[in-house]
């Protein structure tokens, strides 16, 4: 099946930092990603859709500019954390459409802890 | 809005025991349905998914049939493996590759 890939997989930085969490299609193409955010024993919660050659678009509640999505190409989606904080950290998941019957790949996740 | 409610856990299991885990869901038209599993240190993987009324999805011994009438999509597994320890999640599509995702369910299965 598809593969999807997400760099770094754990990150640590300190408070008022910018960390860039990377999202990758590796056999596929996708004009469309989307980003989740997952806290700890709790669901996921959409944040964005990404989206190739145009701006992302939110859910509500979610700061654009403290999360700065970039899809920089057919297979590359980024996801900037930009002066983060404590509250900032969590579990951010991405995933790409498979293209039939709206399931989607997902990437394995990256561990953001803000000091 | 759209919404799934997912039994919580954890659920701690024997070996060959039956698993259910509830799922009920809420939202306007015809959305498809899908469960989801996250083994320990693995990204989400589709686990089965059913688009349309009384649809049964099944796979690796699950299986869950969409209910119209009951807004439920129940997930249950006759005979239980201590590798089907994972988490699992309900989530349902609008049809428009949006995944509103339950709580999530931790399965444990011991030997």
């Known amino acids: 099946g598809a593969v999807v890939s997400q760099h770094p997989s754990w990150v640590i930085c300190k408070s008022g930092t910018s960390v860039k969490i990377e999202c990758r299609s590796l056999?596929?193409?996708?004009?469309?990603m989307f980003w989740y955010r997952q806290f700890p024993k709790q669901s996921l919660m959409l944040m964005a859709t990404?989206?190739?050659?145009?701006?992302?678009?939110?859910e509500q509640g979610v700061e654009k500019d403290k999360f700065l999505i970039n899809h920089a190409s057919l297979t590359l989606s980024t996801l900037t954390v930009t002066s983060a904080h404590p509250e900032d950290s969590s579990f951010y998941i991405c995933?790409?459409?498979?293209?039939?019957?709206?399931?989607?790949?997902f990437g394995p996740g990256t561990r953001l802890t803000v000091t | 809005g759209n919404s799934v409610t997912q039994m919580e856990g954890p659920v701690t299991l024997s070996e060959e025991a039956f698993l259910t885990i509830n799922c009920t869901y809420t939202?306007?038209?015809?959305?498809?349905l899908f469960w989801y599993v996250q083994y320990p240190g693995e990204g989400l993987q589709l686990l089965l998914k059913?688009?349309?009324?009384?649809d049964k999805g099944s796979n690796k011994g699950f299986e869950a049939t969409y209910r119209k009438e009951t807004t439920s999509f129940h997930l249950e597994k006759g005979s239980v493996q201590v590798s089907d320890s994972a988490v699992y999640f309900c989530?349902?599509?609008?049809?428009?590759?949006?995944?509103?995702f339950g709580a999530g369910t931790t399965v444990t299965v011991r030997a």
């Open positions: 995933s790409a459409p498979s293209g039939s019957s709206y399931e989607q790949y």
């Open positions: 056999d596929f193409q996708a004009t469309t």
């Open positions: 990404s989206n190739e050659g145009s701006k992302a678009t939110y």
């Open positions: 939202a306007t038209g015809y959305p498809s």
């Open positions: 059913a688009t349309k009324a009384d």
């Open positions: 989530a349902l599509s609008p049809n428009d590759y949006k995944l509103s």
